[in-house]
């Protein structure tokens, strides 16, 4: 599962991915960036992956997107 969005990093509009990879699955954020990276444009590629558990999500299943920014 993925959420990505914009991130003000330095006023530059870089781009966070949250991900949260499957059971038994194993990669970096490095890897994860390379992988997008050979695969969609240039500005959309995630700058900045942070691999989690899980995903908050409200009562009704929406990502919280307010704690993915903390």
Known sequence: ?????????MNTGKIKACVVLKDGASASPEEIIEWTKERIAGYKYPRVVELLAAL?????????????RK
Do not use: H
């Open 56 to 68: 908050p999500m409200s009562a009704t299943g929406k990502i919280l997107k307010k704690e993915l």
């Open 1 to 9: 599962m993925v959420a990505v969005k914009g991130y003000p990093m």
